[in-house]
Every structure is written in structure tokens, then in C-alpha cells.
């Protein structure tokens, strides 16, 4: 807290600030902006420096020091978003998802995207089965390494190279092959362009996963693609709503519903904190605003709140996909050059090598997109901040539906689906970097504790990072009764609510009735009030009387006011 208080004093004092932002290919941008500089200056800035035009898709995203994640918005002050302390430290992520990657207009675009979707697949978001995962690879190789060289690439070249979490020598195998026979000719830009066609495939495509919980505690991850709202748990797409069917986004605390077409149809659920559930429902908001709307003036404020409370509100600022598609169209001009550099082997990140295989490989080619140990970091960040979800359907009538099939639950892949979200990296402590590297070289998993610790640069400790049984089930133990606390707060919360609400209309009501008494309207049913004892009772000893009072209170005011 005292941190926070003198972070805010220092950003009152200065007028400008530096700020850096990381890029798709791992290069960092930085700049000086001014106190009242708005997030729309900063992404201009960058888009400059990138020669970019089709922007509209991109964002940029930030991590406050509760390693929660945030979209910067466009429309207000940077200064006043950022919770950390200057220099600010931010990166340029794809937002929304294109329907259609190939078909985008500039190749510089079309770059920016296949960087971000080569990260997905790296960090697990992006699941598909081994034949699409081999031919994916090969793609890449293509685009960064060129057509294949005996002189240049020896046995065992793909292994060199990391492309997935985990990836068997098998699969190794079968990218080197399709890379030697299949591919030869393509330039990157055509290799590019088919592993986009490929990807865009995916049931998985363009998924930013948002872990929660549900009712039963089953793990399940949600997320918002270009074509609706899913729900994925274990190695399947349980939940999927497309746009227009999708009516309603509503949260409270850390619960999160949606609501579909049908009022009966309602899926809830429970985001770790309620940061994490406002985040959820901001970029549901977003999604649904950009692939569903047809134009931008259609937009709406959207509120958070019940009937009688006040909620969050949030409006999307930007444009809209068909106004995006509509206006790339109209874009005339020479190609901006794109400065490719080569493909780095896995061995410059020592969190993802293979030991004794990764020998020295010569740099071929200009493209790189260097997979760095803060790369290899930061997907343990969103792992780390964000627990697993589950969703809960109210209603016997929801039938899941598919993009491509009609059955009731889609398989993705032959593994669970354990994303490590890909955020935002923060400085990390040189003897942090050495423990997480060494236990990933070694093939023991950091613990999501310390992997916490390590993104925020702080020592580990011991006693987080291996639980024995007795901790596992007292951690268990304390989760299940803090649900449960927290089941009887909302409870009482709850009924409080509904007891201020009726107190509330009752006196609003009362006092309507007694202007209404006491007016001149000929009613019969005020008539028969005003004949009654009672009223004339109240009418004489406290209505009268208090008129009097206010009458003499407003003359003595007029008075002193004619005086003056």
C-alpha cells in the first residue's frame, strides 16, 4: 500500500513518462508520454513505428501489480490506468481475432497475426491434432528458415526449435519431412498465408482463455473467438454460442452469467477475483460490440448493474469488423517492406532446450522471433493469476453447438486443455530466472505460487513451491470453507439489498399518497381517505402544522434575501 501511495505521488509530480512496448517479434518500442496522453496517442505511436494500417485488430495490454491483466483503453489517460510505478512496461497483442487472416489486405498485417498465432501455439492456447500440428510447424520453418539445405540443415534440424509445449521426436520427425518434400518454393509470405488458411481451422483459433469455476468446481476455460462465446474443458469444446445468439453479458463480484436467446438458457460463473471477472465481462462486451454489430453508431453503453443498483458501466470505442473489412478494402498503396530476421534456436532460451541436442544452428534467413526467457515466463503469469473456470448451464434445453459439427461436445486434441495465457512479461530477478529455468530443464514444474513470485521478481520460497498431502488438503480444506463464507456473505448481501429496496418503495410510496391526500384531485377513492378519522387526524395535528412551519421558514428566507 505505501508502495502504491508513493508511486501515485511521483506520477503527480512528473509530466512525462517512459514507456516501453514489446512487440510481436519480441523487439521493444520506447517512448515519452505526457501525463494526459491518452491510450489512442500511445497505439498511433506504435502503429507508426510499425507501418501498420489494418489496426483496428490489434491491442495493447498491460498487467497491474496484482498481475491481473487489462486492455488499455483507447479513451482515457494512460497514467491514470497504469497502477504500477513508471517506466511503464506494456505489449502489442492481436485483440480481436480476424474471421479470416488470409484474407487480409497488407502482408504486414498478415505478419503481425501469424506472430501471435505462433505464440498460441507455442503457449498451448492453439490445440489441434499431431497431423495439424506437424504441418503448422513446417509452415513456420518454411517462412523462417527457407526451403531446406542439406549444407545448412543436418539430421535433426526441426529439433532445434520449439514450436509447441511439449512436442515428441516423433513429431519432430514428421515436421522435418513435410518441410523437405512439401514445402519447397514457398516464400514466407505464401508459407505465412497457408499457416493462417490452417490455423483459421481450429476450433481453438483466436481463443484468449479465461480461467473460472462453476457451481460443481470443474475446471473449465472461457473464451470469446470471432464466431461466438465457447467453453472448453478438458480436450473439449463443451459450450459454444455464436454472436446473435448471445443476448446478455452480466457480472457481480466474481460471478459472470450469459445469457442466450432463450431467457431460460443462462451460464454462469465464478472468476478468481472480481478484477478478473470485470475483465472477462469488458472483453466479452468488446468481442460481442465488434463481430456482432454492423456498424460503429449502433454501439451502446452497456451496464453491469441490477434494476436498483449501480454496476459498472462500459461502452466498445472502437470500430466494428465490417466497417474494418470495409475500409481495408479502400487501402491503396505500396507495400511496406517487412525486415524478417532468422529463426533462432530453441537453445537461446534455456527454459525450453533440450539439453545436449541443441547444437549451434547458423542463422539463415532474416526472421526472428525470438523466443527469450521473459517469453518463456510469461505464460506462467495468466497461469498463475488465473484458476481454472467452470461453467454451469440453468436449463435442460441448452444444446451445445459447433462451428463444424452438430454434436454435443467437440474434441479438440488428445490432451487436456491447460493453457499458459501469453501476457504481459515483467522484470525478473536473475536468481528467479536460474531456479525456473534449471526446474523446466530438468522436467520438474514450477508450482503456480512460484511462478507468482517469479513474474513479480521476488525471492521464492520453499514451503510454497511443494505441497505434501497434508498441505494439498488443507489448502482443499480452507478453499471449500472460504466458498462457503462466501456463499452466506452473498446471501445476506442479498437480503439486505431486498430489505433497503422495499423500505425505500414504501416511503416513496407514503409520501406519493400524501400529495396526493392533500391535493385538490376529485377521486373517489382520495375522498373516501380524506373522511376518515385518521386522516383528518393526521391532517390537523402534523400536516397542518408542519405547513405552517415550512411556510414561515420560506418568508423568513424570501425576507432576509429582499434585505440583502
Avoid at 280 to 292: D, P, R
Wanted: proline fraction near 5%; hydrophobic fraction near 35%.
Amino acid at each position: 500500500m505505501l508502495s502504491r501511495f508513493m508511486s501515485g505521488s511521483i506520477r503527480n509530480l512528473e509530466r512525462e513518462y517512459n514507456c516501453t512496448v514489446r512487440l510481436l517479434d519480441d523487439t521493444e518500442y520506447t517512448c515519452t508520454i505526457q501525463r494526459d496522453a491518452k491510450g489512442q496517442y500511445l497505439f498511433d505511436l506504435i502503429c507508426h513505428h510499425l507501418n501498420l494500417l489494418e489496426k483496428d485488430y490489434f491491442g495493447i495490454r498491460y498487467v497491474d501489480p496484482d498481475k491481473q491483466r487489462h486492455w488499455l483503453e483507447f479513451t482515457k489517460s494512460i497514467v491514470k490506468q497504469m497502477k504500477a510505478q513508471p517506466p511503464f512496461t506494456l505489449c502489442l497483442r492481436v485483440k480481436f481475432y480476424p474471421p479470416d487472416p488470409a484474407a487480409l489486405k497488407e502482408e504486414i498485417t498478415r505478419y503481425l497475426v501469424f506472430l501471435q498465432i505462433k505464440r498460441d501455439l507455442y503457449h498451448g492456447r492453439l490445440l489441434c491434432k499431431t497431423s495439424d500440428a506437424a504441418m503448422l510447424a513446417a509452415y513456420i520453418l518454411q517462412a523462417e528458415i527457407g526451403d531446406y539445405d542439406p549444407g545448412k540443415h543436418p539430421e535433426g534440424y526441426s529439433s532445434k526449435f520449439q514450436f509447441f509445449p511439449k512436442q515428441s521426436e516423433k513429431l519432430e520427425r514428421r515436421i522435418a519431412e513435410i518441410h523437405k518434400t512439401e514445402l519447397i518454393g514457398q516464400t514466407p509470405e505464401t508459407s505465412e498465408r497457408n499457416f493462417l488458411q490452417k490455423a483459421q481451422m481450429l476450433e481453438t483459433y483466436g481463443v484468449d482463455p479465461h480461467p473460472c469455476k462453476d457451481v460443481s468446481g470443474n475446471p473449465a476455460f472461457l473464451a470469446f473467438t470471432p464466431f461466438g462465446f465457447v467453453v472448453l474443458q478438458g480436450n473439449k469444446r463443451v459450450h459454444f454460442l455464436k454472436w446473435n445468439e448471445v443476448t446478455k453479458l452480466k457480472f457481480e463480484g466474481k460471478t459472470f452469467h450469459i445469457y442466450a436467446n432463450q431467457k431460460e438458457i443462462i451460464l454462469t460463473y465464478f472468476a478468481p477475483t472480481p478484477e478478473a471477472c470485470k475483465h472477462l465481462w469488458k472483453c466479452g462486451v468488446e468481442n460481442q460490440a465488434f463481430y456482432k454489430l454492423e456498424k460503429s453508431s449502433q454501439v451502446r453503453t452497456v451496464s453491469s448493474s441490477n434494476l436498483f443498483f449501480k454496476g459498472s458501466r462500459f461502452r466498445y470505442s472502437g470500430r466494428v469488423a465490417k466497417e474494418v473489412m470495409e475500409q481495408s478494402a479502400k487501402i491503396k498503396r505500396e507495400p511496406p517492406e517487412i525486415h524478417r530476421a532468422g529463426l533462432v534456436p530453441s537453445r537461446s532460451c534455456p527454459s525450453i532446450t533440450h539439453g545436449p541436442r541443441l547444437s549451434s544452428v547458423p542463422r539463415t534467413r532474416r526472421r526472428a522471433v525470438h523466443i527469450s526467457i521473459m517469453e518463456g515466463l510469461e505464460s506462467l503469469r495468466d497461469s498463475a493469476h488465473s484458476t481454472p473456470v467452470r461453467s454451469v448451464s440453468h436449463g435442460e434445453s441448452f444444446i451445445p453447438r459447433s462451428r463444424s459439427q452438430a454434436t454435443d461436445e467437440a474434441i479438440i486434441s488428445d490432451e487436456a486443455y491447460s493453457p499458459s495465457d501469453s501476457v504481459l512479461p515483467t522484470p525478473v530477478a536473475d536468481h528467479s530466472m536460474e531456479l525456473s529455468v534449471s526446474r523446466q530443464i530438468n522436467g520438474a514444474p514450477c508450482s503456480i505460487e512460484e511462478e507468482k513470485e517469479s513474474e513479480a521478481g521476488t525471492p521464492l520460497q520453499e514451503e510454497r513451491g511443494d505441497f505434501g498431502a497434508e498441505g494439498k488438503s488443507g489448502q482443499e480444506g480452507s478453499d471449500s470453507a472460504l466458498s462457503e463464507v462466501e456463499q452466506v456473505n452473498k446471501f445476506v448481501l442479498s437480503v439486505l439489498r431486498l430489505l433497503l429496496v422495499t423500505i425505500g418503495l414504501l416511503f416513496v410510496l407514503l409520501l406519493l399518497l400524501i400529495i396526493l391526500t392533500e391535493s385538490d384531485l376529485d377521486i373517489a377513492f382520495l375522498s373516501d381517505i380524506r373522511q376518515t378519522p385518521e386522516f383528518e387526524q393526521f391532517h390537523f395535528e402534523y400536516f397542518c402544522p408542519l405547513r405552517r412551519w415550512f411556510a414561515c421558514k420560506l418568508r423568513w428566507v424570501g425576507g432576509l434575501l429582499i434585505n440583502n
